[in-house]
């Protein structure tokens, strides 16, 4: 069992910046995917970066590449989400998920990029924009 602890979301101008935090003791000790998704109202829950918490590798969904910046901090036990730049079409709600890698054979995948791949899920957090 992996438990998922979210915090850091809130109000901010377009153009401004938010860090939302994902924290599990767990990232310390374990390799896991951690990858964070959004949900805006009435839209599919979409998945904007992931990372590795062995080595770091990272993916970035095209709608926040070079914007936002995903980072795991094993000695905190925390997985980051550095946002720069919000935008209008940022808001929504923010979550955090987690789960062990995938292998074939000797092959480890890269971190999943899809809801269904995840297992363990944080409770969320709103993220708004203010124009």
């Known amino acids: 069992e992996v438990q998922l602890v979210e915090s850091g979301g809130g109000l901010v101008q377009a153009g401004g910046s938010l860090r939302l935090s994902c924290g599990t003791s767990r990232f310390g000790t374990d390799d896991l995917y951690v990858g964070w998704f959004r949900q805006a109202p009435g839209k599919d829950r979409e998945g904007i970066s992931c990372?590795?918490?062995?080595?770091?590798?990272?993916y970035y969904a095209d709608s926040v590449k070079g914007r936002f910046t995903i980072s795991s901090e094993n000695v905190n036990n925390t997985v980051s989400l550095q946002m720069n730049g919000l935008k209008p079409e940022d808001p929504a709600v923010y979550y955090c998920?987690?789960?062990?890698?995938?292998?074939?054979?000797?092959?480890?995948?890269?971190?999943?990029?899809?809801?269904?791949?995840?297992?363990?899920w944080g409770q969320g957090t709103q993220v708004t924009v203010s124009s």
């Open positions: 998920a987690a789960n062990y890698p995938f292998y074939s054979g000797s092959y480890r995948y890269p971190c999943a990029r899809e809801a269904y791949d995840y297992e363990y």
């Open positions: 990372i590795s918490t062995r080595n770091g590798a990272a």
